[in-house]
């Protein structure tokens, strides 16, 4: 089992910056990758980054894209989103996933953190 905890998440003005951090413990040697997703309220679950648990590829929704940057700390076990210039928009509880090796579905979820832009 991998157990996630997430942190970072508050209220920001539109415009600034938060980072987000997932930590990773259990059979985190089983990985294969980790990502960020997020919930709007009465919103389905939307794909916003991922990387790789090795190799550190990245990929972006293009909502995000250009504005986040999701980097990890392999020795930590520990995954962060940098959000910059953030909008109104993007509003949600951001929940930290990882994924094991052979598998194409994400296995285990963090409890998610709020992040609030206020306009």
């Known amino acids: 089992q991998v157990q996630l905890v997430e942190s970072g998440g508050g209220l920001v003005q539109a415009g600034g910056s938060l980072r987000l951090s997932c930590a990773a413990s259990g059979r985190t040697f089983s990985l294969s990758g980790a990502g960020w997703f997020r919930q709007a309220p009465g919103k389905e679950r939307q794909f916003a980054a991922a990387?790789?648990?090795?190799?550190?590829?990245?990929d972006y929704a293009d909502s995000v894209k250009g504005r986040f940057t999701i980097s990890r700390d392999k020795a930590k076990n520990t995954v962060f989103l940098e959000m910059n210039s953030l909008k109104p928009e993007d509003t949600a509880v951001y929940y930290c996933a990882v994924r094991e090796r052979g598998d194409t579905t994400w296995n285990h979820w963090g409890q998610g953190t709020q992040v609030t832009v206020s306009s």
């Open positions: 990387i790789t648990w090795s190799g550190g590829s990245t």
